[in-house]
Nanobody
């Protein structure tokens, strides 16, 4: 049974930073790419960032230069460092084993003054 658990969300002012974590457990050795997605109120879920086991990364245009995805292959943890946050970054953030239906429960990020 694969489990993904996100943490680190919260309320932050515009221009601030947050670091999200995703802890994974279970048999995940066959899955190469880990990813972050988000769903803003009234919108569809959208891709944010992804990282392969070899550390290659991919970002949505809207977060390039502000967000950094990283991972530790030994303890199956992924992070999303979010800097220069904007109100439009407000969403529930989810981690995912890309290409699968394994999702965490999500963590709320709210950017507001």
């Amino acid at each position: 049974q694969v489990q993904l658990v996100e943490s680190g969300g919260g309320l932050v002012q515009p221009g601030g930073s947050l670091r999200l974590s995703c802890s994974m457990s279970g048999f995940i050795a066959n899955y190469d790419v880990m990813a972050w997605y988000r769903r803003a109120p009234g919108k569809q879920r959208e891709f944010v960032a992804a990282i392969a086991s070899g550390r290659a990364t991919n970002y949505a245009e809207s977060v390039k230069g502000r967000f950094t995805v990283s991972r530790n292959n030994f303890n199956n943890t992924m992070w999303l460092q979010m800097n220069s946050l904007k109100p439009e970054d407000t969403a529930v953030y989810y981690c995912n084993l890309q290409g699968t239906n394994f999702w965490g429960q999500g963590t709320q990020v709210t950017v507001s003054s």
